[in-house]
């Protein structure tokens, strides 16, 4: 099973744009305004003495607090998101929703998203008793406009930032519209402490913050937070958070299993038995949708995938129903959609040519797909490509990755009815990813892509020729180095684009060649998952109140704190 670690989210694994050029949150004014602090209708609860603790399987820490400083403890387990806070907050798992104020009352982008005006929160403290103000705001865009090491988000992209007033304005080198919501998730920092500090090696050992908690003590193995007694907004219940982290992801699955942790997120296989069977009254999993899909990258420039014809038929015999509840045990929904787009997210996007048009298994198509190409079988009923050479490929993906290897071996056994050779290979984690899947050395392998509140991530992960490099450089992104110049000016179109018709013109063209093209293989959706015990607390994201990504490592943290009640049981 993949061991998740969310440095790669923070640096824009989940990479979430808003529809809207100009987005103020809900009208709601109870639902938008954490600072109310009625929790209920009989009145102001009372704050638990009861811990809650959050599980991750990221083994013992160093003492680093640093809420933005690549590989720091605060990052890894999470507790960065309970005592820094964001912009505003953002829901994941309904993306095309407006942003909820937050720590900005405001930000107002202009026509073409190359510039935002942003507006600071009144009455905000900072947990030293310092007041909160736009200069904060500007001060935290500036040290990542100055430090490459923590500017994953807007790489090279900052212009111009300035403060007015309670407002910052703060303008991009170019268009922004798809990575909107990257600016709403950045993490606030206090000027008046980090000003005389490296942002990027300090190890912030006091944790000045505007969140829910403050820090209370730090060990390798568990550290302890406490409200924030002075918090702006909704005052927390939860008495103590405390994070511990385990050696690895069945480590965490015991402790959430046993009650030792009681919020956390790792794929749990046969999750039904394994954790929600224990304490049915108490335990639960939920998953939410968004735009992340799972891609089987095909290396574009390698045989047998240089031959569309072979990465059609491979795509027309790939059981994804059976790989999302064999390897996915139903968590990872499967993808339907012959544009690779996960539904019901993506409806509002599908191209009219692609409506209602579904991905099957239909190995007589796949075959005469093959035959229309040249392709053969010898006497063994294997399959030759057009020059005679017999078909083989190796499917790659690390070892313990339990749920991608599963569907590896389903994708093999969808080959061999085409007649192909295919076999599994499980390399070490460091191999796959430092020296196969981003160096092109590879035939076909799962990866994630980002999420986002539009597809533009999706089809750019995959197809986006802005970030190929040939075979043997390091790949961001476009592991299977595919190349057409219309779709990669389609998605530079999209993403400059400063209305939906503009946006869903260019979206056609990269659908289009998704779909002709099959430059990979989009297997299943990967919704945001969390696993949960309500024994001590509720209020937690639910399936049917999906209100946040119920993850606790993230910026939705603060959000989820401020609605979470002590539990009657």
Partial sequence: MRKHKLAGIVAGVATIALLATAC??????????????????????????????????????????????PNSSALSLGYAFAVYESLM???????????????????EWNADSTQAVITARDGVKWSDGTPFTADDIAFSLEIRRDHDEINADFPGQYKDIKVDGNKVTVTFTDGQFVNQAKLYKLLILPKHVWE???PVNWSDPKMVGTGPFVLKSFTAQSVT????????????????????????????????????????????????????????????????????????FL???????????????????????????????????????????PQPSGDAFISPDYQGKELSVDLDAAKQV??????????????????????????????????????????????????????????????WQNQQINMGDFDAS???????????????????????????????????????DDVTKALADFKSGTNDADRQAALDIVQKHFVEDVPGLVIWSRPAVAQYSTKNYTGFPTDEDPYANPQPTGPQAALILSKLTPSDS
Avoid: C
């Fill in 89 to 107: 907050q953002v829901n994941e798992i309904k993306p095309t929703d407006p942003p909820t104020p937050w720590l900005a009352q405001s930000v």
């Fill in 446 to 484: 799962l990866h994630w892509t980002d999420g986002g509140s539009t597809p533009w991530n999706m089809y750019s992960n995959i197809m986006d020729g802005a970030s190929y490099v040939k075979a043997g450089e390091s790949a961001n992104w476009n592991f299977g180095r595919y190349k057409n």
């Fill in 196 to 198: 005389s500090q490296d």
């Fill in 24 to 69: 103020s949150g809900s009208d709601d004014p109870k639902g938008s305004d954490p600072s109310s602090t009625d929790k209920s209708s009989g009145g102001a609860a009372q704050v638990s003495d009861k811990v809650l603790t959050i599980g991750m399987p990221n083994g013992p820490q160093k003492e680093n607090n640093n809420p933005i400083g």
């Fill in 299 to 341: 290396n574009n420039e390698k045989a047998p995938f240089d031959n569309v014809a072979f990465r059609k038929a491979l795509n027309l015999v790939v059981d994804r129903a059976d790989i999302s509840t064999t390897a996915g045990y139903g968590v990872w929904p499967q993808i339907k959609s012959v544009t690779g787009l």
């Fill in 370 to 431: 093959l035959t229309d190409a040249g392709y053969t079988w010898d006497s063994g009923n294997k399959l030759l490509d057009p020059s005679g050479k017999k078909v083989s490929f190796t499917l790659t993906n690390p070892a313990g990755w339990t749920d991608y290897i599963d569907a590896l071996n389903i994708v093999k056994e969808g080959a061999q009815s085409l007649g192909a050779e295919a076999k599994v290979e499980t390399p070490p984690v460091d191999t």
């Fill in 225 to 296: 937070l406490t409200p924030n007694a002075s918090y702006w907004g909704t005052k927390p219940l939860v008495g103590q958070l405390r994070y511990d982290t385990f050696n690895d992801n069945a480590g965490l699955t015991t402790a959430l299993t046993t009650g030792e942790a009681q919020w956390g997120w790792t794929f749990i296989p046969d999750y039904e038995n394994v954790f929600i069977a224990q304490d049915k009254d108490h335990f639960h999993q939920v998953a939410g949708g968004g735009f992340g899909v799972d891609v089987l």
